[in-house]
């Protein structure tokens, strides 16, 4: 099932890879890794490892690391395409799902699946970290940099910004 | 903890809040609120909508968050969506939709260009071979902190479940589809059983 890379196939890739992306963006990468690297081989490990970076370093919400992808498919049209196909139906699904819960008043359902998703969204985004460590960490210094970072964020309440920043910083000097 | 009152989500207008945003303000909220988001916008949706504007108790906000969590796609771009159609309907979703990711999309589109031009430049292939190695460090610290609350709880069905996924998904790379298909029903009534022997 390989799709050709043209726009209809990003929307369709993205479409229907969204409406399985429990627990947000960053539990779809392992997906997004393996449609994009692994399937099609649209673009390398270096590649999206570098893609995952730049939608880090960019503001705003994680799922950006989509046009990305799009853009190095198919440039400016594949970014935006990637991009609606990713968020366009489950932004539809999450309207017409708020307007009928609106009305169906205290269901326990939502809890209840809000609560069987924790584990299996934790776990997605715990391969997520494997995906991109694989991806991104060739040499043993650039494994210490990331648990350095990892160390850091983890304990400290330090803006995300300046820790890349200071990787960038050491990886310009050389010593990634 | 005192007793909550119950939320109030009928239509009447809230007397104690500030009155509700046009579309103009819902795209240029939203669009600041993305902007400022490095490594996720959430604090900062929070900060803005509930704090700054005042358009949601914390409470309110909370229970939006968590419907457009445990719904499918990225959490915040559906929580824009919800938050949009609450105040303004469907023009309202367009407009917070867009302004949460029309602006990031131009600089990410930027820079994606810049890269496809200078990406082999060594310089910035090592910047970028940094800046990947910090972003790695970022979702492992994250995936951390949301996992000790499960790990504290020592609760075994829940890690057993987050372990399976990490091991599909991580290591065999099975496609996501297949395993959410197992994932899903099981965690649910895993968590269902859980419920009701609680209860009884």
Redesign the interface.
């Known amino acids: 099932m390989i799709a050709p890379a043209s726009l209809f196939g990003i929307a369709v890739t993205f479409g229907w ?10 539990a ?1 990468i ?2 997004i890794h ?1 449609i994009a690297v ?1 399937l099609n081989h649209w673009m390398s490990d270096t590649q999206f ?2 893609a ?13 690391i989509v ?2 992808v799009g ?2 498919v198919a440039g ?1 049209a594949g ?2 395409v990637a ?1 609606l196909a ?2 366009g ?7 017409a ?3 009928l ?2 009305r169906a008043g205290n269901s326990p359902w ?11 969204s ?12 694989i ?4 040499s043993m210094a ?2 210490a ?10 304990v400290t309440r330090l ?3 300046w ?10 000097a ?3 | 903890m005192p007793p909550e009152l119950p939320v109030t ?1 009928s239509a009447s207008p809230h007397i104690d809040k500030p009155a509700l945003p046009g579309l103009l303000e819902l795209f240029v909220a939203f669009a600041g609120m ?8 959430l604090v900062f949706a929070r900060r803005a909508i509930v704090d700054k504007y005042r358009w949601m108790t914390a409470d309110e906000f909370n229970e ?1 968050f ?13 929580l ?3 938050f949009g ?2 105040i303004r309907g ?1 023009a309202g ?1 367009i407009a917070a ?1 867009t302004g ?2 029309g ?3 131009l ?3 930027a ?3 810049i ?2 031009r200078y ?1 082999d430049l060594p ?1 910035l292939r ?22 000790l609350p ?1 790990l504290k709880r020592r609760d075994p069905s ?2 057993g ?6 091991v599909t ?3 065999l ?1 099975w ?3 297949q395993v ?1 298909l197992v ?2 029903p099981a ?2 009534g ?3 059983l859980v ?1 009701r022997r609680a209860k009884s």
């Open positions: 890879l969204s409406l399985f992306a429990v627990g947000g963006a960053a779809a392992p997906e393996r692994e490892a570098d995952y970076a730049i939608s880090q370093l960019s503001p705003g919400p994680n799922v950006l046009s990305l853009y190095h400016i970014a935006l991009t990713m968020c139906p489950t932004a539809a699904l999450a309207y799902v708020s307007r819960l609106h939502p809890s209840l699946i809000q609560q069987a998703l924790v584990p299996i934790i776990g997605l985004m715990a391969a997520s970290g494997l995906v991109v460590a991806a991104a960490d060739g650039a494994a940099l990331t648990l350095v970072a990892a160390v850091i964020a983890a803006n995300p910004v820790l890349l920043l200071a990787g960038g910083l050491l990886g310009a050389g010593l990634v | 989500t993305s902007l400022a988001g490095f490594g996720g916008v939006t968590a419907l457009c969590h445990f719904l499918p796609g990225p959490n915040i771009v559906n824009s969506v919800v159609a609450r469907v979703s939709f949460l990711l602006p990031p999309f600089i990410v589109t820079l994606a260009m890269y496809a990406g310089v090592r910047v970028l071979d940094g800046v990947s190695c910090a972003a790695v460090g970022l979702l492992l610290a994250v995936t951390w902190r949301m996992m499960l829940a890690i479940l987050l372990l399976a996924v990490f998904i991580g290591v790379r496609p996501l589809p959410l994932a899903v965690s649910l895993i968590t269902f419920r």
